[in-house]
Nanobody, 125 residues
């Protein structure tokens, strides 16, 4: 079974950077999709950035394009979300998720069946 553990959140000033890390217990599947999601209080969980290990395709929600990047380190079974030029509106809890045996990009929370615990990101103005 795939297990995930997210880390790297914290408090940063506007304009600063954070790198979230997600340890994925099994990245050697030929096809697996990894996603970073955010969920503000009272709102639905939303995809921030997703990665298809199968073909390398990526997705970014509009308001993080040009500021966030997603990458992986297969040797360490890690998926990163590099968050630059952070804004106060980026403040929320971020989650990593995975869906194995997936050959196409998954960008909706309901498509994912394995979730890590959340990590809080707080951006001060």
């Amino acid at each position: 079974d795939v297990q995930l553990q997210a880390s790297g959140g914290g408090l940063v000033q506007a304009g600063g950077s954070l790198r979230l890390s997600c340890v994925v217990s099994e990245l050697s599947f030929d096809a697996i999709a990894i996603g970073w999601f955010r969920q503000a209080p009272g709102k639905e969980r939303e995809a921030v950035s997703c990665l298809s290990i199968y073909d390398g395709s990526t997705y970014f929600v509009e308001d993080v394009k040009g500021r966030f990047t997603i990458s992986r380190d297969n040797h360490k079974n890690l998926v990163y979300l590099q968050m630059d030029n952070l804004k106060p509106e980026d403040t929320t809890v971020y989650y990593c998720a995975a869906v194995p045996h997936r050959t196409v990009l998954a960008t909706v929370a309901q498509e994912y069946d394995h979730w890590g615990q959340g990590t809080q990101v707080t951006v001060s103005s």
